[in-house]
């Protein structure tokens, strides 16, 4: 068995806006303060980037900022997938240019094409890249499932080394552990993050992760080591955070709480995401003032 190619905590980070627009300084102070925070790596232009409400322009705007802010302190791997093959390989090809560890690439949406066409879109953009490239599975949001054998069929092409996995089926998570080898497996549900690396996982995406990354990764090298006493209780110490942020539509927690402390100057969402809640609002900031971030 050879590491996998991807391990530990990756934060998709949020994109920050201010008057509809992105907003590079809030940006840029995100990135440092997520590396700062302890995050392996960084995952923009994904669910949580609001990608579906950007541009291609936009992206590659997105991506270039958190390289250059990054710079090599930590790996970031971009999300570049769409419901349309031939814009997911635009996308790539543009994206090809920047200092990237690989691409996310999520599962076509609302096409709900069969299997063998989510076979074929993924062997499609894999031929675009040397670089890695990891599958993302959120059936809740795609309206399609990629299916265990699927995953194992993709697993055989060189470049397409792992997957997040928020498809929130423990049963089809073990199947993929056990019938790929040299595959990393990142748990795409921040609840389940715990019971995936118990289970064989290599750490999370983790949106959650925005606040305390650090922790977040502590929590994996302490099942990693065999300490799951001790790795049991961060998860618990962790679950009213986790929680909080998945309280209202993602990003809009994670947003929140980034403006409560401090890191970007706006909460701000592109329609048809609002932001928090008075409500939730005041929830966040309670469980941020209970672990001293406030």
Do not use: W
């Not at 543009?94 to 690439?105: H, S, T």
């Not at 065999?226 to 790795?231: H, R, T």
């Not at 618990?236 to 209202?248: D, G, I, Q, T, W």
């Amino acid at each position: 068995m050879t590491e996998p190619a991807f391990e530990g905590i990756y934060v998709p980070n949020i994109t920050p806006f201010k008057d509809g627009e992105i907003d590079e300084g809030s940006l840029r102070r995100l990135v440092d303060h997520l590396i700062d925070a302890g995050a392996t790596g960084l995952i923009p232009c994904g669910t949580t980037g609001e990608s579906a409400t950007l541009s291609h322009d936009e992206h590659i705007e997105v991506i270039r900022v958190v390289v250059e802010q990054a710079a090599g302190r930590v790996p970031v791997i971009p999300g570049v997938g769409t419901n349309d093959t031939r814009e997911s390989i635009r996308l790539m090809e543009r994206a090809e240019q920047l200092d990237l560890a690989g691409y996310l690439v999520v599962c076509p949406y609302y096409n709900r094409p069969s299997q063998e066409g989510v076979i074929e879109h993924f062997r499609a953009v894999s031929e675009v890249t040397d670089r890695p490239i990891l599958l993302y599975n959120i059936p809740m949001r795609t309206g399609r499932n990629i299916e265990v054998g699927t995953v194992v069929e993709l697993s055989r092409i060189p470049n397409i080394v792992g997957i997040k996995d928020a498809g929130g089926d423990i049963n089809e998570t073990m199947s993929i552990i056990t019938r790929t080898s040299d595959f990393c497996v990142l748990a795409g549900e921040d609840h389940l993050l715990f019971s995936m690396c118990c289970l064989g996982g290599h750490g999370g995406v983790m949106a959650s992760a925005h606040v305390l990354a650090g922790e977040f990764l502590a929590m994996y090298r302490s099942v990693k080591d065999g300490d799951l006493a001790e790795a049991r209780g961060m998860h618990y110490h962790l679950l009213p955070l986790v929680r909080a942020m998945f309280k209202e539509p993602n990003p809009a927690p994670a947003k929140a709480a980034m403006k409560l402390m401090g890191v970007i100057d706006s909460d701000e969402l592109r329609l048809p995401l609002l932001s928090v809640t008075p409500a939730c609002r005041e929830d966040i900031a309670g469980v941020l003032h209970g672990l001293k971030l406030l």
